[in-house]
C-alpha cells in the first residue's frame, strides 16, 4: 500500500494538464475563481477513474495480456511526458485562458485528459495490494487517491497564484522541470518493481 501511495503522490505531483491548469487559473484569476475550477478537476478525475475501473476492470483482470499491453502504453506514456517536461526549456509554462474555465470547464478538461485515463489505468491496473478483495483494494484505492490528490492540487493552486509574482533564473526553472521529470519516471520504476 505505501508503494501505491507513494505511486500515487508521484504521478499527481508532476505536471499535466489539470495541474498546470489549476496553477494558471490560480495565477490569473486567484484563489476564489480557481476554488471552482479546483472542484470540476476532482469530479472530473473520480468520473474518470469511474470510467476506468468499471470499464476496463473486467477485461483487465480476465486477461494478462491485455492488462501487460495496458500497463506498457501507460508506462510508455509516462516516459514521454518525463521527457518532454525535462526538455522543456527553461521556463515553467503555466497554462492561461482568457477566462476562468469554471467547475464544468474544469469537467470536460478531465474528461480528454490523456494523463488522467494513463494515471488511473496504471493505478487501477497495477499495484495490486489485495488481490483476495479486489473491490475492498479498489475502494481503499480511491480513498487514498483522494487524499493526495486534494492537497497536491491545492499546492499547485498556490503554486500559481504566487510563483508568477517571482522573477526565477533560467537555471532555478530547468532545475524545477527536471525535478518534475524524475518524479514521473520514479512512478514508472515504483509500477514495475511492485509486486504483481
Known sequence: MFTFAAAVFFLLITPGPGVLTIAGVGSA?????????????????????LGVVSGLAAIVLANDN?????FVASACYLVYLAARI?????????IKTAKPPGFWGAIMLQAINPKA?????TLFGGFAFMPQDLATETLIKFVIINMIWIPVH???????????RLDLPA???T????????????????AILAPK
Not at 491545492?154 to 508568477?164: D, F, P, R, S
Open 29 to 49: 484569476y486567484g484563489w476564489r475563481a480557481a476554488m471552482s475550477f479546483f472542484a470540476g478537476l476532482f469530479v472530473g478525475t473520480n468520473l474518470v477513474a
Open 66 to 70: 491485455i492488462r501487460l499491453v495496458l
Open 86 to 94: 525535462a526538455l522543456s526549456g527553461a521556463k515553467i509554462a503555466f
Open 117 to 121: 485515463y494513463a494515471v488511473n489505468t
Open 154 to 164: 491545492l499546492l499547485w493552486l498556490y503554486a500559481g497564484v504566487t510563483l508568477h
Open 171 to 173: 537555471k532555478t526553472q
Open 175 to 190: 532545475t524545477i522541470n527536471i525535478t518534475m521529470a524524475l518524479s514521473m519516471l520514479a512512478v514508472v520504476a515504483l
